[in-house]
Structure formats: structure tokens, C-alpha cells
């Protein structure tokens, strides 16, 4: 199938005003590619920019291009880029640092303040037609792997990272807080890094969430009551795993799910904050405290996609299953609805026809 000549990009303009445009499409920069989005799914962070204008101190101060988790096919390369050519079916890191602060310097570019991190108030995404990204920043797939699973890497980097970070070991009893793509991804990664039981817990409405979790081999879920204190879902957690976790990873960033992560975690164990949710919180420190509970938080991902290719590509792991519904670009409102209002897991939008760009057909 020919290139499309026209840059078609999914704008929010302000809360509930999404837009679908025309941009100019780009051209390399000397190590820099341009690559034709195939697949972009819709993430959580998408949602807040389009609901509430932003999350913490992200806000949005411009219309920007929407979208994160993509792969697509190189059309254009940068005079100076080697490892890459016209045709290369490729999985986009969408966070690069600026390369030359102290942050970046010690390894820590997910976090630098001056990066190109997409989608932020600073840099549009790639819910376009053609994006143009640093080439070390694409990752060439193996020819099975589909476009689908391509994107599904920047999640699932997100849940390696978050697994090295909680230092997931091989028998560990893991708890993971929220059922929805981040803590699913965040339980494939603790499984793949050596989780012997795990549990995850969502809310009761989250039935169907839960049900994709048992399908990933989880140990057990727990659907949460209105009416289950702290304490039961302690001991419901303790039952599941045996006793005491000794990890855990929070992916709701809601009070409850950090306060019970502390009371249902073992002795020097460790948590680690992954979900973005309540600003402020209340926990029980002096607990954490006296148990020496560390507490670390992790945010993006830091040189995780090769890990997260490498699983996939393995058949290691088998991240389709998170993939619930398909649009195609001309349909983005009606998927960012349904991703809103929280009816699928993984919601993918195309922006080829399906599978012109895959071997083989994806299929969950």
C-alpha cells in the first residue's frame, strides 16, 4: 500500500474538544526518522489531557497532537542514521532526554526536564499520520510481530520499568493495585521477572478487567466491595498469597490502594507507586516506617523497550489479550469514548487499514 500524502493528527484543542486535522508532514532531522503510524493506543494520561485538561503540573496551555503508544513503518531517514531504513516496521519510544543535562548524563532521561517526551504540554504525540522521532528512539520489529504488539511495548515498558524499580524477584508474592492496562502490564512484567503468586484488586464494576487478569495466569483477583474495610482486603490479599507480599505495585495512585499496600506488605518489603491519581494523601508512615517498608515510585521508562521487545517478540509473554477494541482514525471520537468511559482494556486506533502493515493477521 502506497504512503498517505496527507498528515491527518487526533488535536485536543480543551477539555472535550478533540479534533481531527491536517498537519504538515515532517521531515528528519539529520538523526531523526519519520514513520508512518500504523496502530496508537489510547492511554490513561491521553483521557486526562481530553477530560480535564491535563494531570498534576501537565496542563494543557496549546492544542496538541494526542497519542503515545504507536508503531509504524519508516518513510524517511535522517542523513546521519545507520541502523534504520525506508521500510523498517518499527515500535516508537515516545520519551527521549535532551541528552546533554546531569539527569541525562547519569541514565535518568525519563525524568529530564527538558526531554521530548510525548504526549506533554510541550510536545504533541503521534495519534498522526507521520511522526518524526530520534531513530535510536525506534525499535526495528521482527517480522511476526504484529503492529498491534509494537504499541503495546510503550505500556508494557512501563510495567518492566515499574517491575526493576519494585526489584521483582524470582518467588516473590506480588500485589498489584488496579486492573486496568498499566496494572495488567504490570503483572505480565512481574510474572515474566519471576513472580511465583500474584494477586490484583479493582473495584467490583471492573468484573470484566478482572476476568482479562485471569487470563494472563494470575494467582487470584479480588473484586473490591463498597463496603470492604482496609482490613478485609488485608486479610483477602494475605489468604490469596499465602501471608504478606513482598511487592508491590500501585497502579490506581488512589489513597486506599497506597494505604492497604503499606498494611498488606511484609516486613522490609517494597512498594512502588506507578498510577497517578490522588494529589494529596494520607498513609500510615509510622507503620512503613517502623517496618521498614521502602516506598520507591517510578515514572515512564528508562532503556526498557529492548526487555519489552524482546518478551514479546520471545513469546515469553503475550501481551494481545489486552487489545479490546479497533477504530480506525476517522472514528477517534467514538474510541476515545469508549476509552473514557473505561469499557474496554486496550483501545487501538489504526491509521491504515488493519493489518496492511502486519505478516500476519492480529488476532486475540
Do not use: W
Not at 546521519?80 to 532526554?97: C, F, N, S, W
Amino acid at each position: 500500500m502506497a504512503p498517505k500524502n496527507e498528515n491527518l493528527a487526533a488535536l485536543v484543542y480543551g477539555p472535550n474538544d478533540l479534533r481531527l486535522e491536517p498537519r504538515p508532514i515532517p521531515e528528519p532531522a539529520f538523526n531523526e526518522v519519520v514513520v508512518e503510524v500504523d496502530s496508537c493506543g489510547i492511554c490513561g494520561t491521553d483521557i486526562h489531557f481530553l477530560k480535564d485538561g491535563g494531570f498534576g503540573a501537565q496542563r494543557l496551555v496549546k492544542p496538541i497532537v494526542l497519542g503515545h503508544e504507536s508503531a509504524g513503518v519508516v518513510r524517511k531517514v535522517g542523513s546521519q542514521v545507520t541502523h534504520l531504513k525506508i521500510g523498517d516496521r518499527v515500535a516508537i519510544e515516545p520519551a527521549a532526554g535532551c541528552r546533554t543535562c546531569d539527569l541525562c548524563k547519569v541514565g535518568k532521561y525519563n525524568i529530564c526536564l527538558d526531554g521530548k517526551h510525548c504526549t506533554t504540554q510541550k510536545h504533541d504525540g503521534n495519534c498522526s499520520n507521520y511522526y518524526a522521532q530520534y531513530a535510536d528512539c525506534c525499535f526495528k520489529m521482527p517480522d511476526h510481530m504484529t503492529m498491534e504488539e509494537g504499541a503495546l511495548l510503550e505500556p508494557l515498558a512501563v510495567g518492566v520499568y515499574a517491575g526493576r524499580r519494585a526489584d521483582v524477584r524470582l518467588g516473590n508474592k506480588v500485589i498489584i493495585f488496579g486492573a486496568g492496562p498499566i496494572g495488567l502490564v504490570c503483572l505480565i512484567a512481574a510474572k515474566a521477572m519471576g513472580a511465583t503468586r500474584t494477586v490484583i484488586l479493582d473495584l467490583e464494576h471492573a468484573k470484566h478487567r478482572l476476568e482479562v487478569a485471569k487470563k494472563l495466569g494470575v494467582t487470584d483477583v479480588i473484586a473490591i466491595g463498597k463496603n470492604d474495610s482496609e482490613d478485609d482486603l488485608v486479610r483477602k490479599i494475605h489468604q490469596v498469597l499465602g501471608g504478606p507480599a513482598d511487592r508491590v505495585l500501585e497502579c490506581t495512585g488512589s489513597q486506599p490502594g497506597m494505604r492497604v499496600s503499606i498494611k498488606a506488605t511484609r516486613n522490609a518489603g517494597r512498594i512502588c507507586l506507578v498510577g497517578l491519581g490522588n494529589k494529596d494523601v494520607q498513609l500510615p508512615m509510622v507503620d512503613a516506617i517502623s517496618r521498614e517498608i521502602d516506598i520507591t515510585t517510578c515514572m515512564r521508562y528508562n532503556h526498557d523497550y529492548p526487555a519489552a521487545m524482546e518478551i514479546v517478540a520471545s513469546g515469553y509473554v503475550d501481551v494481545k489479550p489486552l487489545v479490546s477494541h479497533h477504530f480506525d482514525l476517522a472514528n477517534v471520537h467514538e474510541a476515545f469514548r469508549v476509552a473514557s468511559q473505561g469499557e474496554g482494556i486496550k483501545i487501538m486506533i489504526h491509521l491504515v487499514p488493519r493489518d496492511t502493515n502486519n505478516p500476519v493477521k492480529f488476532s486475540n
